[in-house]
């Protein structure tokens, strides 16, 4: 308390109290205010201008400020909803295609009655400038896959056969491989021929059509089906299609390039052929 009351502090003290004196000595009898008043109100009212308008701005940065967050709840909220949109889209989408795996897989079922089928999925592919081949998920232990069964996808197409089966999982080569060959029929004059991989072909997607005679009539267009010879593959599962014939690197014959029905690369799904009967 003493160290309030000092002696500069009385000074100031009094000074307010003269300046409050004065200005009420200097209002007129008819209440008007003073030469002293006028001096502080003129020196006042800047900083009151100036209170205000900082006020205004204030109450502006405020609104601002109140409106973003707002907009950021907002923000946030139709993100979640655009998820929860996509995750419902990819659910159906895949429900859909689900659907259609099935209808096809009926439709091949119902036109070759004596396949036994085994589902499975391609866990990854292994592509090089020699060998084009492929792992799923069916082994010795969950299913009944065998050395030499045909891969096939849910409408009949061709990708490839069994060349190892392991525990839980069996590796596959597809018919751009150069190991494979399969006994064809090309168009619907019944010709014949061997489809297999090829070097060169390989790096395109495509596979080789060899063994055509001088008689034979092959032209681009013309489906390329298995004929069931040799009894590796069920005869009408579809490889792919001619697309140009060519006359072969001696110049004593001619072969034709198929292109493959099934874009082998984005296969997800497959059937495992593990019974047929022979025709």
């Known amino acids: 308390m003493k160290a309030f009351v000092t002696k500069r502090n009385i000074a100031i003290l009094v000074l307010a109290l ?19 008043t006028n001096g502080a109100n003129a020196l006042t009212n800047p900083l009151k201008r100036a209170a205000a308008s900082l006020a205004h701005t204030f109450e502006t940065i405020y609104g601002y400020m109140y409106k973003y967050e707002q907009l950021m709840e907002e923000n946030e909220a139709l993100k979640e909803q655009i998820s929860a949109l996509r995750q419902e889209y990819r659910e159906i989408t895949e429900v859909t295609e689900e659907n259609k795996r099935l209808h096809e897989l ?15 999925t391609i866990m990854d592919w292994s592509a090089s400038s020699y060998s084009s081949s ?48 399969a006994a064809v029929h090309i168009g619907e004059r019944g010709a014949e021929g061997i489809a297999s991989g090829d070097f060169e072909l390989m790096r395109d997607g495509a596979l080789r059509l060899a063994n055509i005679s001088d008689d ?36 004593i014959g001619m072969y034709a390039v198929i292109q493959p029905e099934a874009q082998i690369r984005d296969a997800t799904y497959c059937y495992l052929v593990t019974e047929f009967t022979e025709q």
């Open 18 to 36: 003269l300046i409050a004196a004065v200005a009420v000595v200097s209002r007129s009898t008819r209440g008007d205010p003073g030469f002293i």
């Open 106 to 120: 009926l439709n091949l079922s119902a036109r070759h009655q004596d396949f036994v089928l085994d589902a499975a």
């Open 134 to 181: 492929f792992v799923i998920n069916k082994g010795a232990n969950n299913s009944a896959a065998k050395t030499g069964d045909a891969v096939i996808t849910e409408t009949g197409v061709l990708i490839g056969r069994v060349t190892e089966v392991r525990a839980a999982e069996s590796v596959c080569v597809s018919i751009i491989d150069t190991t494979f060959s």
């Open 216 to 251: 034979t009539i092959v032209l681009a267009g013309d489906a390329v089906v298995t004929s069931g010879r040799g009894r590796k593959y069920p005869d009408g599962l579809v490889i792919g299609t001619v697309v140009s014939v060519r006359r072969d690197e001696a110049g």
